[in-house]
């Protein structure tokens, strides 16, 4: 009878650290951290985006769009160091449910050379890749999170995959800390790393050296609304406590303009509003059109 239960305890543990696939538990993570990395999304509570839309006529509408970067995370006081000639860093993650991606992001590191962000499967094929350079990126281009975003778009099914930064000179990854992921994405392995001279997926882990993870590549998910009345409105997407995100006016109406209002008292407007999820639905977005031709 106790041979029995031991070996029940040793199948039931192979099986739970089994499904946590090729993620912390194998670059050297505890076994708990590994249960709660796997049931974060399933049993954190979620959030909605949402608001009112005013001054549309009729047969008229404003189509939305909900960006939200796949990792938010703090930036720590010093980088890691400098990986010596060509490699690329990145992490490793899973998707619960289809996704679009809206745009590869580069976090404002030591951009000393051109630096290619992909994203792999995992049989190791390039989905898509952006190249930032040096000479096409500017401060002026760095959102508040401090990232450079180039947009793609990319529909990523359930699975695993792999995002990196690739140069082929000496190079920083971005060091993040304390990461919150997006609701429906699992972090895998917080840190690969790969020496090859050409974009290649990078497969080995470095989370025992670099256990906050090199989110320095990033990717940001896309949620879109077409609203066609005004009204209250609510983006179908869950978001989880600390998430970032960015709301943009992509699609304007035929015969009208539409603008978020950032200010109420000095009905200062933009095109787009970003902020960040604190513990509540946010309901108190405001989009005002304005029928062209009208003060």
Not at 8 to 33: I, N, Q, R
Not at 120 to 129: F, K, T, Y
Not at 220 to 228: D, E, G, P, T, Y
Not at 260 to 268: L, M
Request: aromatic content about 10%.
């Amino acid at each position: 009878m106790k041979r029995f239960a031991s070996v029940l305890m040793v199948f039931l543990a192979t099986t739970l650290l089994s499904g946590c696939g090729d993620g912390p538990c194998d670059a050297g993570f505890s076994f708990k951290y590994c249960l709660n990395q796997s049931s974060s999304s399933s049993s954190a509570p979620t959030y909605t985006i949402g608001g009112a839309v005013t001054g549309l006529g009729a047969a008229q509408s404003v189509t939305l769009v909900l960006n939200r970067p796949a990792v938010s995370f703090s930036a720590p006081s010093t980088d890691p160091s400098s990986f010596p000639g060509a490699g690329a860093v990145g992490w490793s993650f899973t998707v619960d449910a289809s996704k679009n991606v809206s745009y590869l992001g580069l976090y404002n590191t030591e951009l000393n050379a051109d630096t290619t962000v992909a994203i792999w499967n995992s049989s190791g094929q390039v989905l898509v890749s952006k190249v930032f350079t040096q000479t096409g990126i500017t401060a002026a281009e760095l959102d508040a999170s401090g990232f450079f975003w180039l947009p793609i778009s990319q529909s990523l099914a359930p699975g695993q995959y792999t995002i990196g930064a690739f140069s082929t000179a000496d190079h920083f990854g971005a060091y993040g800390s304390t990461p919150v992921a997006t609701y429906g994405l699992k972090l895998n392995t917080m840190s690969v790393y790969g020496s090859e001279a050409v974009l290649t997926k990078p497969a080995e882990s470095i989370s025992s050296v670099y256990p906050n993870g090199f989110f320095g590549p990033n990717l940001r998910f896309s949620s879109q609304k077409v609203i066609s009345a005004n009204g209250a409105f609510t983006f179908d997407a869950s978001l989880l406590n600390a998430e970032l995100y960015t709301v943009t006016v992509s699609s304007q109406p035929a015969g009208a303009t539409c603008k978020f209002i950032v200010d109420p008292v000095t009905n200062e407007k933009s095109d787009s509003i970003s902020g960040k999820i604190n513990g509540a639905n946010l309901t108190n977005l405001t989009v005002s059109c304005t029928q062209n031709g009208t003060s």
